[in-house]
RNA sequence: GGGACUGUAGCUCAACUGGAUAGAGCAGGUGACUUCUAAUCACCAGGUUGUGGGUUCAAUUCCCGCCAGUCCCGCCA
């Protein structure tokens, strides 16, 4: 994705180097890959390297660059907006001309038609599955970065073209739900609250991992004896088991909705393990039968071989595992939804899984197997060490919602009182307090670790989704303020503050910002260039005055910069899945 | 034992995928609110990019060894 400039420089380039001797034939690709941004702004907008050159013109980088500097300034070559071509050492450095740049950009976003999305060759049919929360647990900080995640790169895809399913998958199955269960009907006392029943069953499978372990050896094989019939009762379908694992499965989806409609999130489709249970426990028992697959210690797996090694399919006492599950959920997902490509936002900790799941379905002649793609991310932890829901140490995403309201409502509206009316207070809270959480999360590589400390989660200063927010929003109160419509016929080239310059660069590279975001599964690309956008409208701020604008036709134009800087931030902002309020 | 990921300022993170003087935010110091909102801005200070080699005109970036952290390696998810 290059730009006019990109374009317009780099066959320029090549013109000025065909018509030297000893130079080989170029191609514009080439020196579309070539170009670069000096480190400085004051250097130049374009820099063009010149180490290559050196060995067909034999001569030293910086000799060369001032040579075509030189050349440049006799010869008729010209680029679109370029008004100072300069050698700084073995660079060849282009300034672009801050009018020409603005208006390269601005008018497009006053229109409106500047956050079309650029065309995917074939329009890719992606699937991405993420959020897989497991009923009958507490829901904590850890799946509200996957959900942040998938979310950011459901949109980010959409809006780079590609059709998008979002999928969540939800885990109603399994040992641990057992184990609750175990737990609710042997020794549970207490009711069930009002409010946040799941949480609340996440809790009693707390107390029952911790029942078990605590629990002398005899004692614990007889418990884990009780766990494993109530798990085969439930695969068998014991008609008073089921009802009870109904109503509580039921607790558990209300929790998520709610949380899901709060954070808005919305999935195009919803899997749960029960649906594909049965199915998957078919597949493995007929791939056995067909040979695919082979009968060990009782159980049923795959040889992989090599790296891979063995990966079982099916316990020994015939009940199923992730992996059983996760065949039929994939040949559901091609049969039936036909995608092109199947991506799954799953913690790093399972890449081993997926590379196994991925080879097993090829095993199995899967050929869209090769279109499988897991997008690992590291896990949330905690200073002394990983969450466990097993063992109760885990920050619930209810109780970092609240601390954050909390702090929201006391330190930051507090004088709002009696001005607003209530519910915008709430509202805008719950809106800074999404892009603080959001932000927070998608901010810092999928790949790093996120160390949870709560006293960085309520700030609201510095590199902060609160920070971008209260950009967007001082930009609406200017031009709430001012009264005037921006408009796309403003003198662009009065805007030739490097201040101003600046943000015209930002807004012109969004699109590319949000295309490798996407490409490389990054959603920090974007909310970086973001938050240089918002830094840089902050310094701007100070120095290029709207009101206070020398000439009418200044302000008009700085109105319709900051104008599209806010069009700019709420795109981007919504891409990461949040909402900037229009006042703080 | 084998494998994956990570290691950059006191702390949390960037670095346009190999380029110029490695940049931000917190924390610390100094300034700026009768001004389009100080949830802000300006300035100072802070570095042998874990470590040792290698490739290259050029390495935080690519390759190899070592160290440290996290995680995975058949009946958990």
């Not at 897989?132 to 459901?154: I, W, Y």
Request: net charge negative.
């Amino acid at each position: 994705m290059k730009n006019v400039f990109e374009r317009a420089l780099a066959s320029a380039l090549m013109e000025l180097l065909s018509s030297c001797d000893s130079a080989p034939e170029w191609s514009v690709a080439e020196m579309l890959a070539l170009l670069e941004h000096p480190p400085d702004a004051a250097l130049g907008d374009y820099a063009f390297p010149c180490f290559q050159l050196a060995r067909f013109f034999r001569k030293a980088p910086p000799a060369i660059a001032a040579e075509l500097a030189e050349q440049w300034g006799n010869s008729d070559v010209s680029a679109h907006g370029v008004e100072q071509v300069q050698a700084t050492g073995p660079y060849l450095n282009f300034t672009i001309s801050p009018g020409v740049l603005a208006d390269a950009i601005l008018p497009a976003i006053a229109k409106g038609h500047s956050f079309d999305a650029p065309q995917v060759a074939a329009r890719e049919r992606v699937m991405i599955e993420f959020s897989q929360p497991n009923t009958h647990k507490g829901f904590h900080v850890g799946h509200l970065r996957n959900v942040a995640l998938g979310d950011a790169l459901c949109r980010i895809f959409r809006y780079n073209g590609y059709e998008v399913v979002g999928a969540n998958y939800i885990g109603d199955v399994g040992t641990h739900i057992a184990k609750c269960l175990w737990y609710y009907e042997s020794f549970n006392q207490d009711p069930p609250p009002e409010q946040q029943r799941g949480a609340w069953l996440g809790e009693l499978y707390t107390k029952a991992t911790l029942l078990l372990e605590d629990a002398p050896v005899e004692q614990r094989k007889t418990y884990q004896q009780e766990v494993r019939e109530i798990l085969k009762k439930l695969e068998g379908g014991d008609p008073k088991l089921d009802a009870t694992w109904q109503e509580t499965r039921q607790w558990s989806l209300d929790d998520f909705a709610e949380i899901y409609e709060w954070l808005g999130v919305h999935f195009d489709c919803v899997f749960f393990e029960s649906e594909v249970d049965d199915e998957g426990k078919e597949i493995v028992l007929q791939g056995e039968q067909d040979g695919v697959f082979q009968l060990s210690e009782g159980a049923i797996g795959i040889d992989l071989e090599e790296e891979l090694g063995f990966f079982l399919l099916l316990k020994s006492d015939g009940t199923t595992l992730y992996s059983t599950k996760d065949l039929a959920l994939a040949k559901h997902k091609f049969d039936q939804f036909g995608i092109d490509r199947s991506i799954y936002v799953v913690g790093a900790e399972q890449t081993l899984h997926f590379k196994q799941v991925f080879a097993t379905l090829r095993r199995m002649g899967y050929e869209q197997a090769e279109l499988c793609h897991h997008l690992p991310y590291a896990l949330v932890m905690l200073p002394e060490g990983k969450m466990s829901s097993r063992a109760g140490n885990v920050i619930l995403f209810s109780q970092l919602r609240q601390k954050i309201m909390d702090s929201l409502r006391t330190q930051h509206f507090q004088a709002r009182k009696g001005e607003w009316p209530d519910e915008e207070i709430e509202e805008t809270c719950r809106k800074v307090a999404v892009a603080a959480l959001k932000y927070g999360m998608l901010a810092q590589d999928p790949a790093k670790q996120i160390v949870f400390s709560m006293e960085d989660w309520l700030k609201t200063e510095g590199d902060t989704g609160t920070y971008l927010v209260y950009a967007y929003v001082r930009i609406c109160s200017i031009v709430r303020q001012l009264g005037i419509e921006p408009s796309a016929d403003a003198d662009c080239s009065l805007l030739c503050h490097p201040n101003e310059k600046a943000l015209s660069r930002r807004l012109l590279d969004f699109n590319r910002a949000v295309w490798s975001a996407g490409e490389q599964f990054k959603p920090s690309l974007l909310a970086h260039a973001l938050y240089g956008l918002a830094r840089d409208f902050s310094r701007a701020y100070t120095t290029c005055s709207v009101k206070h604008a020398k000439t009418e036709a200044l302000q008009h134009a700085r109105l319709l910069l900051f104008h599209g800087v806010a069009e700019t931030l709420k795109q981007g902002l919504h891409l990461l899945g949040i909402t900037p309020p229009e006042r703080l």
